[in-house]
Nanobody
């Protein structure tokens, strides 16, 4: 499975961005993680295969929304009210089986190349 993330960019605080992650196939949960130079990779959001179940990090709840279009093998991360603390490389990931803790990076087998989001103050 190959994942291709896109949609990052430079925006001002308060702005919105939508990230996309297109997979060669998408039968399992997909998620977004992020990493900046000061922190380890951290969980952002995840969605089950159907998209009916979603999980969010506390830091993004109410601002970010994960969704997916399985007809297009694509997951999205809609990010609103961005702030400088959201600056990071965002990675999409896909699991290889069901029943995993979708907030843990170790649950994901396939990873995209990352897309940089920079939020200026």
């Amino acid at each position: 499975v190959q994942l291709q993330a896109s949609g990052g960019g430079l925006v001002q605080a308060g702005a919105s961005l939508r990230l996309s992650c297109t997979a060669s196939s998408s039968k399992y949960a997909m998620a977004w993680f992020r990493q900046n130079s000061e922190k380890e990779r951290e969980f952002v959001a995840a969605a089950s295969w159907s998209g009916a179940t979603t999980y969010y990090a506390d830091s993004v709840k109410g601002r970010f929304t994960i969704s997916r279009d399985n007809a297009k093998n694509t997951a999205y991360l809609e990010m609103n009210n961005l702030n400088p603390e959201d600056t990071a490389v965002y990675y999409c990931a896909q699991a290889k089986m069901y029943g995993l803790d979708l907030t843990q990076a170790t649950s994901y087998t396939y990873w995209g190349q990352g897309t940089l989001v920079t939020v200026s103050s």
